[in-house]
């Protein structure tokens, strides 16, 4: 049973371009949140989706970035336009309930760098 | 602000000692959960403990939960140089669905 699996690892991108994330939940989990961590700093909610939903966006910035948890496929975190600050971490996590991240069920992170 | 504050910020033992860890939180909890991560890695889930628990074990890893004052610990008994990571609680508050993360103790255990 795989894990929570994130692509890219690492991700380069120039100020201006594109970043799309994506997040593959465990089978069976229908819930998926992200998080960004900045350098030296704790995980920040950012978003939290069911299937075809979006639940609490309340932790995401209103501009330049958007989630997606379609019927089928990864979700996905885009964020359009990266500035330097975008530079972060970015976990998903993913539950089967509503009851928040459980145990063991984060993504191994892509890691944004914007140049 | 972050509901879970962990301290001390960084903390530096020999291989060993015992590490001990805290975390403070503002709101009534369902649980509160530590991870590990270590540098340039995911998270690792530690231990959860729900709010009407008061210790948890774990191997090494022992948890404390005081609702009353809202805070929590971890210890981290004979450390080794392998526990270097950074640590955070996060909770899940009562009737909420987000867990909200701490912003860590980096622990640094001396070989």
């Known amino acids: 049973n795989a894990g929570v699996m994130q692509n890219p690892r690492h991700l380069v991108r120039r100020r201006g371009q594109e970043a799309r994330l994506r997040c593959s939940p465990m089978k069976g989990h229908s819930h998926v949140y992200w998080y960004r961590q900045l350098p030296e700093e704790g995980l920040k909610f950012m978003v939290y989706?069911?299937?075809?939903?979006?639940?609490?966006e309340s932790g995401m910035p209103k501009e330049r970035f958007s989630a997606e948890f379609p019927k089928e496929g990864p979700s996905i975190l885009r964020i359009q336009q990266v500035v330097r600050g975008d530079s972060a971490a970015y976990f998903c996590?993913?539950?089967?309930?509503?009851?928040?991240?459980?145990?063991?069920?984060f993504g191994q992170g892509t890691r944004l760098t914007v140049v | 602000s972050q509901q879970g504050e962990e301290d001390p910020q960084a903390l530096s033992i020999q291989e060993g000692e015992n590490a001990t860890m805290n975390c403070s939180y503002k709101?009534?909890?369902?649980?509160l959960q530590w991870y590990r991560q270590n540098s340039g890695r995911g998270l690792v889930h530690l231990i959860l403990?729900?709010?009407?628990?008061r210790e948890k074990h774990s191997g090494r890893l022992r948890v404390t939960l005081d609702t009353s004052k809202k805070s929590s610990s971890l210890l981290i008994t004979a450390s080794r140089a392998a526990d270097t990571a950074s640590y955070f609680c996060?909770?899940?508050?009562?009737?909420?669905?987000?867990?909200?993360f701490g912003a860590g103790t980096r622990l640094f255990v001396k070989a």
């Open positions: 996590a993913s539950s089967p309930t509503a009851e928040g991240p459980p145990e063991a069920f």
């Open positions: 403990i729900r709010s009407n628990e």
């Open positions: 709101t009534s909890i369902n649980n």
């Open positions: 996060a909770t899940l508050s009562t009737g909420g669905f987000k867990t909200i």
């Open positions: 989706l069911q299937k075809e939903n979006i639940i609490d």
